[in-house]
């Protein structure tokens, strides 16, 4: 089994910035690769970023050159660090492992709001 907690998260106004933090534990070895979602109210859950054990990353567009994800595989923790936030970025992120085998774990969220 493996275990998400996630921390970070908070209000923040518009060109503002902010780091989500996901610490993984219990069977990190099983761990393939670890990511971020997000939803936001009445819209569907879209993946916002991804990294992979080897450090092979993506991002959605609309997040690209303001969000970086990055992972700490020793601590087993990945982070998103969001810069330039936008009202549009308001949501709840969600932390994601992807295991070798087995079904994706999720974090238990944490709400990302931008507004002035």
């Known amino acids: 089994q493996v275990q998400l907690v996630q921390s970070g998260g908070d209000l923040v106004q518009p060109g503002g910035s902010l780091r989500l933090s996901c610490a993984a534990s219990?069977?990190?070895?099983?761990?393939?690769?670890m990511g971020w979602y997000r939803q936001a109210p009445g819209k569907q859950r879209e993946l916002v970023a991804r990294?992979?054990?080897?450090?092979?990353?993506n991002y959605a567009d609309s997040v690209k050159g303001r969000f970086t994800i990055s992972s700490d595989n020793a601590k087993n923790t990945a982070f998103l660090q969001m810069n330039s936030l936008k009202p549009e970025d308001t949501a709840r992120y969600y932390c994601t492992a992807d295991r070798l085998v087995g079904n994706t774990v999720w974090g238990q969220g944490t709400q990302v709001t931008v507004s002035s």
């Open positions: 219990g069977r990190t070895s099983s761990i393939i690769a």
């Open positions: 990294i992979t054990r080897s450090s092979s990353t």
